[in-house]
């Protein structure tokens, strides 16, 4: 199951996709950020994927959340939430015969070479 809690149309024109697999056993939201602007803001269920689609050439950050008991009006989880932000950027480029795809999982992976940070809260929400 996912939800959009906030698009922005006017950066997601393009061909750039970025699949994310939530392989936790708690739920996710991820943000999509561009110039310190959330793009778009999906809510992941736990063992859910979802994919980012039209994503429009530039540079971004993905930032997530995870945590217990979602609460839908504030958008926010009640418990045990932790706030993380990939270290590299996914930089999207089209050219006249090809598009960026890029894949990432908010779990660990045997052999996988993404590096997360914890982020305050606080910051999670100014995006």
Known sequence: MVLFLKKNSIYLQGYGELQIK?????????????????ILTVYIKANNTYTMLDVSDGIYWLAFAQGLD????TQKFRRNTQFSVFEETFNFTTTSDQYTIFEVTLNPVV?????????????????
């Not at 939530?22 to 959330?38: E, F, H, Q």
């Not at 979602?70 to 009006?73: E, F, G, K, R």
């Not at 052999?111 to 995006?127: H, K, S, V």
Request: charged share 20%; aromatic share 8%; net charge negative.
């Open 22 to 38: 939530n392989g936790t056993s708690i739920d996710a939201v991820a943000k999509l950020i561009r110039g310190g602007t959330s």
């Open 70 to 73: 979602w609460d839908s009006t």
């Open 111 to 127: 052999g996988g070479t993404a590096e997360t940070n914890d982020i305050p809260g606080n910051q999670f929400d100014q995006y």
